[in-house]
Each structure stands twice: as C-alpha cells, then as structure tokens.
C-alpha cells in the first residue's frame, strides 16, 4: 500500500492505474469504514485499484463545530486502509487540496436544507465541494459511501448527477455494534451512561418499522411512537430531528410506504448521534 501526500504524486499514481474503487474519508476510521474499503476491494477485484482518502475538510465544519477537535489517527488509520485492502491511501494537507484564494465552492440547494442541513448550514455545501475536488483528483470509476450518512449519499448522487461526473455511486448498509448503535468516530465521546442509552436510536427505528408491518402507515403516529421510545429509553437525548421523508426528495411524508426514510439525529451532551432505516 502506498501513502501519497501530495497532488501531484495522485495525479502520477492515476495515469497507470486503470479502473479506481474510491472511498472518501475523514480519517478516525472504524469497523464501518473498514467495511466500505473490503467492498471497494471486492468489488474492484484483483485487476482494480482502491484508494482512500483521509482528509478532515474544514469546509465542512461550521464555526461552532468539532473540527479542531475531530481525532486525528493517521498511523491507526493506515494500518486500517491496509488490511481491509486499500492500494493507494490519499492524505494531503490542508494547504495541497485548497487554496489559500480559492473563490469557487459548490452549493445546494434542495436537499441539503432539511434533516442535518438545516441545523448544520453551509455543511453539505463543504461535502460537496470536497468530494468534486477529491473525484477530479482521483478520477474514480466507483466511490463507496455509508448509508448511516444517508443525506449525505443522497446529495451526493445529486452532485455526480447534475455536475455528470462520471463515477458510479455504491451505497453500503450501515455498520452496527452488537446492540444496534451505528459505528460513528462520535461515538467515543459518548460518556458510559450516553453509551448506554445510545442504541435506544436504533431500537425505536425498529420499533416504528415493526409497526409499520403491522399496517399502521401515519407518520404522524410512527413519530409519536419513536419519540415515546425515547422518552423512555434515552432520557439524556436532546432531539435534532426526527422525521419520515421520500428517500429521493428528502421531503416530508404523510404516509409511509416501502422505500420511506425515517431518520433521527439526537445530541447526547456534545454529542449528535444519527441513524435511519428505509422501510421495506
Ligand atoms: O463522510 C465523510 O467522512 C465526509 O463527509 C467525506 C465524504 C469524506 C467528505 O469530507
């Protein structure tokens, strides 16, 4: 596996290396992102390239947020990359991927104004901007991305629509703790008693889904039934959102149907854990 620091060993690194499985990422891996780099490895087979990115964009960061203080773990990280079965690990400096009088960024306008995006603005706007810049630097043929980040795929898709970028977007199931808790570089800020109540996110989602095959379709009433799980199960979770939207359009829904997203983000302390589940 190679460690290449600068863009213009990337640009070298791509001339000669044929198709390109591409996994964006901001570092501090875990079991999830090991499971996006063995997909990309299966899926690029013995012929194709994968590469991984580590980068902690900062345009990505509102002013209040952890960006100074999301972990930085390159050594643990590299050795991750290496097992799950990275070839080429990109990790540049802030200073290689941005300049210090860039005036150009991508905005978005539609989907990223709700769930997440409307507590975090100018978020997906950073996203998007890093992971065109990350494409036309790496030029892959397939990048891999996490469903727990479910907008984020979504707008994602967006981006390499309307920009035609050609790459191919494969989203993976989300990585779980044995019970149920989304794997999140956050988690590790949970406090023992947050920890303890943190899988209670997923367990109302299943409780709603549950119900959901049982033949009650409201929203309203799958969202009373969630936020009753919570009430009861994660006291020290202070809601963000909670909501059932077309898994497209991000959009509210009156009635779920198979396919709809339901997806929650909720602050323990400092902490802001999301998770969805699509119904089906
Ligand atoms: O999901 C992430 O880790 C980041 O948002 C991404 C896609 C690598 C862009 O910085």
Redesign the pocket.
């Known amino acids: 596996m190679t460690l290449i620091e600068t863009v213009s060993d990337l640009r070298h690194w791509r001339k000669t290396a044929g198709t390109v499985h591409f996994v964006?990422?901001?570092g501090a891996l875990h079991e999830g992102h090991a499971a996006l780099i063995r997909t990309a490895r299966q899926r690029a087979g013995s012929s194709g390239k994968v590469a991984v990115s580590i980068?902690v964009?900062p345009l990505?960061f509102g002013p209040n947020e952890d960006f100074d203080r999301y972990p930085r773990t390159l050594e643990p990280d590299l050795a991750t990359c290496q097992e799950a079965g990275a070839d080429v690990v990109f990790a540049p400096a802030v200073s290689e991927v941005y300049h210090r009088d860039r005036s150009i960024k991508i905005l978005e306008t539609s989907l990223s104004q709700v769930l997440c995006g409307a507590s975090r603005p100018g978020h997906f706007d950073g996203?998007c901007t890093?992971?065109a810049k990350l494409f036309n630097l790496v030029q892959p043929d397939e990048a891999v991305?996490g469903k727990k980040?479910y907008q984020?795929l979504a707008i994602i898709r967006r981006l390499v629509r309307d920009l035609d970028i050609p790459v191919h977007i494969h989203g993976l199931d989300t990585v779980r703790e044995s019970d149920g808790l989304a794997l999140s570089s956050r988690n590790r800020y949970l406090t023992a008693a947050e920890r303890a109540q943190a899988p209670a996110l997923r367990a109302a989602l299943e409780k709603a889904h549950a119900t959901w095959q049982t033949g009650v379709t409201s929203s309203r009433k799958l969202l009373d039934l969630i936020h009753q799980h919570l009430a009861e199960h994660a006291s020290l979770g202070r809601k963000d959102y909670i909501a059932l939207v077309d898994q497209q359009s991000l959009q509210p829904v009156e009635i779920a149907r198979p396919g709809t997203l339901i997806a929650l983000a909720i602050h323990f302390g400092k902490t802001r854990l999301i998770d969805n589940l699509e119904l089906g």
């Open positions: 964006p990422t901001m980068f964009n990505q996203v890093v992971v991305f980040d984020q």
